[in-house]
C-alpha cells in the first residue's frame, strides 16, 4: 500500500490527506450504516490521527444516540452530503480517525480483513473467505484486530 493518498467529499469542498497506511480497514454490514449510507455495506479505515489531515473546508458533526446507548458520530460535508469520517464513539480511542475508504481518490489495495455485523448482510453479500468475520460488534476493541 503506497501512502499519503488523498481524499474528499462529492463536490471538492472537503479534502483531506491520510500519511501513512491503516491500522485497520473494516467493512460494517449493520442496519445503521445501510440505512445511512443506503448501500449495503460500509467499508472505513482506521488511521492514527495524527497521520490524518483536513486540507480543504470543514467537516460538519452530526450526533445520534443508537439503540445500544452508543453515541455515534460522524462527520460529513454540508454542502454535498458525502459522509467522510466517525463511527461510534468510544469503540476507538481519541488517537484514532476513521474515514470512510469511498471517499479516497485511490482505493486500490483497500480491501477490508474484518466484517463485523455479518447478521445483518444483505443477502446477496458473501464474505471473502481470508476475512474475519463477526456476527455483531467483534468481542473486544476493533483496534485488537489489526495485524
Ligand atoms: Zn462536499
Ligand atoms: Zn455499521
Not at 84 to 101: D, E, S
Not at 103 to 114: F, K, N, R
Amino acid at each position: 500500500m503506497t501512502f499519503p493518498r488523498e481524499g474528499g467529499c462529492q463536490c471538492g469542498a472537503i479534502r483531506y490527506v491520510v500519511d501513512e497506511p491503516p491500522k485497520l480497514i473494516f467493512a460494517c454490514h449493520c442496519k445503521d450504516c445501510q440505512r445511512r449510507s443506503g448501500a449495503a455495506v460500509v467499508v472505513s479505515l482506521i488511521v492514527r490521527d495524527q497521520a490524518f489531515r483536513i486540507t480543504n473546508g470543514h467537516p460538519t458533526p452530526q450526533r445520534r444516540t443508537n439503540d445500544q446507548g452508543r453515541v455515534l458520530e460522524h462527520w460529513f460535508c454540508a454542502d454535498c452530503g458525502t459522509p467522510l469520517l466517525g463511527m461510534a464513539r468510544g469503540t476507538t480511542p481519541n488517537l484514532y480517525q476513521t474515514v470512510r475508504v469511498g471517499t479516497m481518490d485511490d482505493v486500490a489495495g483497500l480491501s477490508p480483513s474484518v466484517h463485523v455485523w455479518t447478521r445483518s448482510a444483505q443477502d446477496w453479500v458473501s464474505m471473502p473467505s481470508n476475512a474475519r468475520c463477526f456476527e455483531g460488534n467483534p468481542p473486544g476493541p476493533l483496534l485488537a484486530l489489526a495485524e
